[in-house]
């Protein structure tokens, strides 16, 4: 049974197609620049990678060349379209309206369409990829997972604003949460890792990559994140800001002449990392910059590492007791710095990092324990894997077992 994993954003679709019999990933890849000059492909199986460049002016031409490297004679891995049991996309907002995955309908597109008002850069090239999906392959089942639905287990004053209620009735403004399918995998590995049962594990998961979320999460469950309205707030990222006073965007423009349109951009591309350093977002960059003496990059790192290890703090008070602080993502799997400066100095609450162990430790070396012996908390590096969430739930639906996310028993063995 082959399951293909779809990730549109706005210029790029990223893919995976999995064998769920042997639970094996047989393909992976991504289109990027569409719609752009220079559109390519790269494509990887067990064997070998491709990488071709393609005209591709929209998604549905980027999904018809999937399929022509899924296809083809000489790496492809399937020999028909046929083969594709059921697609599963990534849906970045579900608003209030999706607490789980959902088989895709009129209906569901029409509320997804609906909720594109909340995510203008996200849903609509997420729609497109359903759409393309329904034109090349109309008969195959597709299930939407949404990025939010993993929070919508927030109380209701956590995920509250404190601004007039009227703007939470009439334009649903209020605290969503995003990378909620990493949250959800890495705290169900760290059960597995911990030997809980999940819905006993309060954990800390840090998705730390170019975008950055926190999250809190008690009995299994997340109840509060740093990610909100946008995936905007939250601690310092690559290039968004994340928390500052809601003052300065309006200061700005009253005191620079910039639009909110400008603003926006501003805060969302060239602020974060790279708004102090001038130049990198890559942590590899700024961390070799700082080495050699630079300013910025050494406040860059010292604030990125603050903000971490602040909400450790602020999540550690809201859940009380924690089994375990994950770290996961490009930055969370790859930098041993980030890991060993966000937990630094937090021993007398009981995190303590064994710091030769975490020295060399990489994504390449798998799920692994980096507390020191006799850390009351556990700190582990898993590398997150949302694809493996999005075939679960594909398959789940499918097969009428995921009725009840919060109980549905995933396995993610593969
Ligand atoms: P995205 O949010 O785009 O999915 P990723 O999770 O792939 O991001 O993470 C990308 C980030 O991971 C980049 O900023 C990159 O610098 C960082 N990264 C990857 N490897 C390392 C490393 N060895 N040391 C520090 N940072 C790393």
């Known amino acids: 049974m082959k399951i293909l994993a779809l990730n549109c954003g706005s210029s790029s679709v990223k893919y995976q197609l999995y064998e769920w019999n042997k639970k094996k990933v047989l393909a992976k890849g991504a289109v990027e620049r569409i719609g752009l000059v220079n559109t390519f492909i790269t494509h990887s199986t067990d064997h070998n990678n491709h990488r071709l460049e393609f005209d591709c002016p929209d998604h549905t031409s980027a999904i018809m060349l999937i399929m022509k490297f899924l296809l083809d004679e000489e790496f492809g891995v399937i020999k028909e379209l046929s083969d594709i049991y059921a697609v599963g996309h990534r849906i970045v907002h579900g608003g209030e309206r999706f607490d789980r995955s959902v088989l895709i309908d009129s209906e569901v597109i029409e509320e997804i369409e609906n909720l594109s008002d909340l995510a203008p850069l996200h849903n609509p090239p997420n729609l497109a990829g359903i759409y393309a999906v329904k034109k090349l392959l109309p008969d195959v089942p597709q299930v939407a997972i ?9 109380p209701e ?10 703007w939470y009735d009439r334009y649903y403004v209020r605290r969503y949460g995003f990378h909620g399918s990493s949250h959800l995998y890495v705290s169900r590995r760290a059960a ?44 310092i990222m690559g290039t968004r800001c994340g928390d500052i006073d809601p003052a300065v965007p309006i200061f700005m423009q009253q005191a620079a002449g910039l639009s909110a349109d400008e603003v926006n951009v501003i805060l969302n591309r060239r602020s974060g990392i790279l708004g102090i350093t001038g130049k990198y977002t890559d942590r590899r960059d700024v961390i070799r910059v700082a080495g050699e003496g630079d300013r910025y990059c050494k406040l860059a790192l010292e604030m990125e590492h603050y903000h971490l290890k602040k909400y450790i703090g602020m999540y550690y008070a809201v859940l009380g007791r924690i089994d375990a602080v994950v770290f996961t993502a490009g930055v969370g799997e790859n930098s041993p710095h980030a890991r060993e400066m966000s937990v630094a100095g937090l021993e007398h609450i009981g995190i303590a990092i064994d710091a030769e162990k975490n020295k060399n430790v990489l994504s ?41 996310p919060f109980t549905y028993n995933y396995t993610f063995s593969n």
């Not at 004053?157 to 009227?166: L, S, T, V, W």
């Open 157 to 166: 004053f956590a995920y509250m604003y404190a601004i007039p209620r009227k």
């Open 192 to 235: 597995v890792m911990l030997g809980k049962p999940w819905n006993e594990c309060n954990i800390v998961s840090l998705h730390i990559g170019n975008g950055v979320s926190i999250t809190a999460i008690e009995n299994g469950l997340s109840v509060d994140t740093s990610m909100g309205f946008t995936p905007l707030e939250g601690a």
């Open 364 to 404: 390449s070396s798998g799920e692994t324990d980096l507390s020191a012996p006799g850390s009351e908390v556990k700190i582990f590096m898993i590398p997150t894997n949302e694809e493996l969430v999005f075939i679960e739930d594909v398959v789940g639906i499918l097969n009428g077992s995921y009725s009840d």
């Open 146 to 154: 949404f990025d939010t639905a993993f929070h919508q287990t927030m």
